[in-house]
């Protein structure tokens, strides 16, 4: 059982906007700026597509945006493209001893 | 650009001990701030941080595998390495090694490995 919550899957058309979401405690995701998402494609490692919760990379499109209430982050992909669709992991800082703690993953199908 | 390479047997008996190393190329692992991580990912599930290994040499582990791990660096080589003990039928897994440049992206990792399976069975 994964340490952070997220939704088993989300579907969308091309154009349209999703969010997946992430849910944590106090302890991780709404103690600290420190949720990162990233995303996978069958077969290929991970790519950092956010981190300290909504800034993204050099190089990773403005359709992914990021954000975080309380004790849930969220993850925005707007106009959604074929190329999109993946496993979408999140991830965040918890403390000194157990500093990384990642979601189960969202499967993200582009209808 | 900096590039990680994951290398090391593919199968591994039970109660054995799993050994991988990570190359580092495109840059020098003991420069910069960076930590240099093990994550691994069994087939269809999650992702789980296995531990660390920070430029002075410092390490942290996940406390569930916390007994069992041990992350090692070489600097001559450019390399780090995990060793996991004790292994079984649910540390079957891919594997990867990532980094993490904590000036730039903390908490995060913005280059990764391309992983490799590791199989636990006689």
């Known amino acids: 059982q994964s340490a952070l919550t997220q939704p088993a899957s989300v579907s969308g058309s091309p154009g349209q906007s999703i969010t997946i979401s992430c849910t944590g405690t106090g302890g991780d995701v709404g103690g600290y700026d420190y949720v990162s998402w990233y995303q996978q494609h069958p077969g290929k490692a991970p790519k950092l597509m956010i981190f300290e919760v909504s800034n993204r990379p050099s190089g990773v499109s403005n359709r992914f945006s990021g954000s975080k209430s309380v004790n849930t982050a969220s993850l925005t992909i707007s106009g959604l493209q074929a190329e999109d669709e993946a496993d979408y992991f999140c991830s965040s800082y918890r403390n000194s001893d157990n500093p990384v703690v990642f979601g189960g993953g969202t499967k993200l199908t582009v209808l | 650009q900096v590039q990680l390479q994951e290398s090391g047997p593919g199968l591994v008996k039970p109660s054995q001990t799993l050994s991988l190393t990570c190359t580092v190329s495109g840059g020098s692992i003991s420069g910069g701030s960076y930590y240099w991580s093990w994550i691994r990912q069994p087939a269809g599930k999650g992702l789980e941080w296995i531990g660390r290994?920070?430029?002075?040499?410092?390490?942290n582990y996940n406390p569930s595998l916390r007994s069992r791990v041990t992350i090692s660096v070489d600097p001559s080589k450019n390399q780090f390495s995990l060793k996991l003990t004790s292994v079984t039928a649910a540390d079957t897994a891919v594997y990867y090694c990532a980094r993490e440049d904590v000036k730039v992206v903390p908490c995060s990792f913005d280059s990764w490995g391309q992983g490799t399976l590791v199989t636990v069975s006689s």
């Open positions: 290994i920070y430029t002075s040499g410092s390490t």
